[in-house]
């Protein structure tokens, strides 16, 4: 292994509203996310905002998967970080962006414990039935 582990961040924009602001739809699709990505969950933690919006982590042997959501804006922070080359983070942020019906990704991800010297992979994509921003 050449990195200590591999870090998505991905903006979520045209998430549907609805799920944004269900707490446990969102901690559902989060779990399911790393066990779909073949991860370990240790614990689960989720608080819902008044009036609006979610936020989360799921703790995984192998690190973690966080969310913040903005539902009045159909808006999603996701962060999925796994240590070792065992777990693909991509997974889980595709299952993630798919739960949450996204409509437009923008990603990068960071190969931990390299630096910033050329570690990212920088990715902005238009999903289908969206509208591409001019």
């Known amino acids: 292994m050449d990195t200590m582990g591999r870090h998505v961040i991905a903006e979520l924009w045209g998430c549907d509203p609805e799920i944004l602001n269900d707490m446990e739809q969102v901690e559902r699709i989060m779990v399911n996310a790393a066990l779909n990505s073949g991860a370990e969950v240790r614990e689960v933690t989720f608080h819902k905002f008044t009036p609006h919006g979610v936020s989360g982590v799921v703790i995984i042997s192998e690190s973690h998967l966080t969310i913040h959501s903005f539902p009045e804006h159909g808006y999603a922070s996701v962060d999925v970080y796994t240590c070792g080359d065992r777990i693909d983070p ?45």
């Open 90 to 134: 991509q997974i889980a942020c595709d299952f993630i962006t798919q739960g949450l019906h996204c409509q437009r990704r923008e990603w990068i991800q960071i190969e931990r414990g390299e630096g910033f010297t050329g570690a990212f992979q920088e990715h902005v994509e238009v999903l289908p039935g969206c509208v591409s921003p001019s």
